[in-house]
């Protein structure tokens, strides 16, 4: 009891203070087991039993991950898993086995070594992708299929470590056995989760018990995961498939929604037991060894990973962050390293320096990608050239095609008006110019596109550029360059409606305000308010929300005072809205327009 109340507590001091500085929540669950470990205050002593049980939160979070991806889905990155995970495997075995060998290693150490290395992390590379929404995307695709595909070939390097080991050999079944056992395993997890997973659902889906319906879901994630292990598989490729054959199941939501409390928890408390692994001990005692290896596992594995880009299918910006994703050690290698040093292939001192190797190697990758975003994003230029822009003399410039710009360009030219349309994304562009749209790629935030585009004849700019900070680049170089234009904004949120309000921009529109306010008067409606009391009530609302964001926009940075002035706000909104119900409750005539 006492060391769970310590890990909540570690959890919720640590983890703030890394999301705050930028540096992610697995940053945070890091630092807190190297805090309560036995290397820093030593609240716990059993690192090793702790990662033991919560590799469940690994477990859990590939069940989860396989319940987004339907067969059909899976079987169409079938080339992506195959080709992409040997191409990645191959290339950093052969690279950090190699470094390995050349410092004087035994050739078969340095290939369970360097295969060992290989793998990266599922936990924290998925963890990072989902945090930024990265999965649905190409750079999520190619990343999550390489992962799938290290933890099918983390099996083989389990017997990799034990057929070069030097201690004795244990009678082991014949190995056409062990392989029978495993299809068998496989064969079994697929009929029990088309016909008898299914009815199980829904029986007890029928009981309305929640409880019950909770302990189904553990139980067929957790049960898969361990009936691979018996036969010698990865309990995490047990449960991504016992996923992945739910996936089509109408309680699939159901069960996502139950399990993601317990992953949550468990793979936190994975990070912070990877954490109090760490033997500090060997920085003390070789510091140079240790963080020359920790600089050549991550430098090589980045390299190559950012060179294999093109055949993994990503491409500039984003080659960058798969290499950074993928540069850190897996937590799969702890076991292939501890069954290498257990079999004899590899040496006490070099397994131990392997593990820490990769548990740095862990800490590492948040911090790369906080610096990448921070400041290597900045000085990504587009790799296609600007497009070679016409001064149609146009009344209307928009700057970005996405959601929000296509719906402007749509309303401008089915009104007789031709806007320049500019957008830097060169996706966007490509798949526009397929459905017959003329988008010109550029960067809008440079004065020399803008010039080119007739910026000097318009009268007016839309500005629908996705980000804040692009979005209020290109405000202030309006502003200063040519002051002439009337610029039209898309706000992200109400902070940014208040930053742009701040700026001078007159015209200002959240991207999704107005059509949650149209939903809210059609709720209205639904429960019998006259529609042009609803009308109003709507009205009334944009005109607050339009006069509270002018009135606060100056503490928009003082969280404190925007806090309390929200609240404020919002009760006297509530109090003359009511006060003007009550006026309408005393007039009973229909007034206004009626559903039929």
């Not at 050690?329 to 292939?336: P, Y």
């Not at 900070?469 to 202030?476: D, F, G, S």
């Amino acid at each position: 009891m006492i060391e769970a109340i310590l890990f909540l507590v570690a959890a919720l001091v640590f983890v703030p203070v890394a999301v705050r500085l930028g540096l992610g929540s697995v940053m945070g669950y890091l630092l807190a087991g190297l805090v309560i470990g036995p290397m820093g205050l030593a609240w716990v002593s059993d690192p090793a039993a702790l990662l033991h049980i919560s590799e469940l939160g690994v477990v859990l979070m590939l069940f989860v991950n396989g319940l987004e991806l339907e067969p059909k889905r899976l079987w169409s990155l079938r080339g992506a898993v195959f080709r992409g995970g040997t191409l990645q495997m191959l290339a950093c075995t052969v690279a950090l086995a190699g470094a390995g060998y050349s410092l004087g290693w035994r050739w078969q150490a340095a290939l369970v070594g360097g295969s060992a290395l290989a793998l990266s992390s599922t936990a924290i590379a998925v963890a990072l992708m989902q945090e930024r929404r990265w999965m649905p995307t190409p750079l999520g695709r190619a990343g999550f299929s390489i992962l799938l595909y290290q933890d099918m070939a983390a099996i083989a390097l389990l017997a990799l470590a034990a057929l070069f080991g030097t201690a004795a050999a244990t009678q082991a079944a014949p190995p056409w056995r062990s392989i029978a056992q495993q299809l068998a395993a496989l064969a079994a997890v697929v009929v029990l989760g088309r016909y008898v997973a299914y009815p199980a659902m829904r029986f007890v889906a029928r009981m309305q018990v929640r409880e019950l319906f909770t302990a189904l879901a553990l139980l067929l994630a957790l049960g898969v995961a361990a009936l691979m292990e018996h036969v010698g598989l990865s309990m995490g490729l047990g449960a991504f498939l016992a996923g992945v054959l739910l996936a089509s199941s109408e309680y699939r939501h159901a069960l996502e929604a139950d399990i993601l409390p317990f992953k949550g928890l468990l793979l936190g408390l994975f990070f912070i037991a990877v954490g109090m692994s760490m033997d500090l001990r060997l920085l003390a005692l070789m510091p140079w060894q240790v963080v020359l290896g920790l600089g050549l596992v991550v430098g090589l594995k980045l390299v190559l990973l950012w060179a294999l880009g093109p055949w993994l299918g990503v491409k500039g910006r984003d080659k960058v962050l798969l290499a950074i994703l993928l540069s850190q050690v897996g937590e799969f290698a702890f076991v292939v390293l501890a069954a290498a040093k257990l079999s004899g292939a590899l040496s006490e001192t070099q397994a131990n320096l392997l593990t820490l190797i990769a548990a740095l190697s862990m800490m590492s990758t948040p911090i790369l990608l906080m610096l990448f975003e921070r400041y290597g994003a900045r000085q990504q230029v587009p790799q296609r050239e600007t497009d070679v822009l016409r001064d149609e003399h146009p009344a209307v410039i928009l700057a970005g095609f996405g959601r929000y710009g296509q719906t402007v360009a749509r309303l401008l030219l089915a009104s007789g008006q031709r806007p320049t349309v500019i957008e830097h994304d060169a996706d966007t562009v490509d798949s526009a110019r397929r459905f017959g749209y003329k988008v010109y790629f550029g960067d809008p935030i440079q004065p020399d596109v803008l010039r080119a585009a007739g910026i000097a004849h318009a009268k007016a700019m839309v500005v629908a550029l996705d980000g804040p900070l692009q979005c209020n680049r290109l405000v202030e170089l309006l502003q200063g360059s040519f002051a002439h234009i009337r610029i039209l904004a898309r706000a992200h949120d109400a902070l940014h409606a208040m930053e742009l309000d701040a700026l001078g921009v007159a015209y200002v529109e959240r991207e999704m305000f107005e059509s949650a306010l149209r939903t809210g008067r059609t709720a209205l409606e639904l429960l019998g308010v006259d529609r042009f009391q609803a009308k109003q009530r709507a009205d009334n609302f944009r005109r607050y929300s339009r006069q509270f964001i002018r009135h606060v926009s100056g503490d928009r940075n003082n969280e404190d005072n925007l806090i309390a002035r929200s609240r404020q706000a919002r009760e006297q909104f509530e109090r003359e809205m009511q006060a003007d119900q009550e006026r309408e409750a005393q007039h009973n005539a229909p007034r206004g327009w009626h559903a039929p």
